[in-house]
């Protein structure tokens, strides 16, 4: 991968972090206040809470897979997928720049 593609995809990568640990700030917030857990009628919160704590799990995950991808950068292995080992198409990792299979073997399912 070329120099300039390489910082190019850094930065969208590092970009796409930034937004991510912002949206991972602003669902810890809202995950600190905690409803009331009851049984019956109980505080309409509760399903708010829920998805905002799925949201959050997500967050981390894809936080996650954004500083591998950073790691594979720098590597040399960022854009190859992880199971044919071709190439993947710049207009998917522009989509999905944590992405680890090209389009493909993700419809495979592997």
Not at 8 to 33: A, F, G, M, P, S
């Amino acid at each position: 991968m070329a120099s300039h593609t390489h910082q190019t995809e850094r930065r969208r990568i590092d970009n796409e972090i930034t937004l991510v640990e912002e949206e991972l700030q602003h669902l810890l917030v809202k995950l600190q206040e905690k409803p009331e857990w009851s049984l019956g009628d109980g505080d309409p919160g509760v399903q708010e809470w829920e998805m905002n704590y799925a949201l959050k799990q997500e967050a981390e995950r894809k936080l996650k897979s954004l500083q591998t991808a950073i790691q594979k950068l720098e590597r040399g292995q960022y854009a190859i997928c992880e199971v044919c080992g071709q190439v993947i198409d710049p207009e998917r990792l522009a989509i999905l720049p944590e992405t680890t299979r090209c389009v493909t073997c993700a419809r495979k399912k592997l």
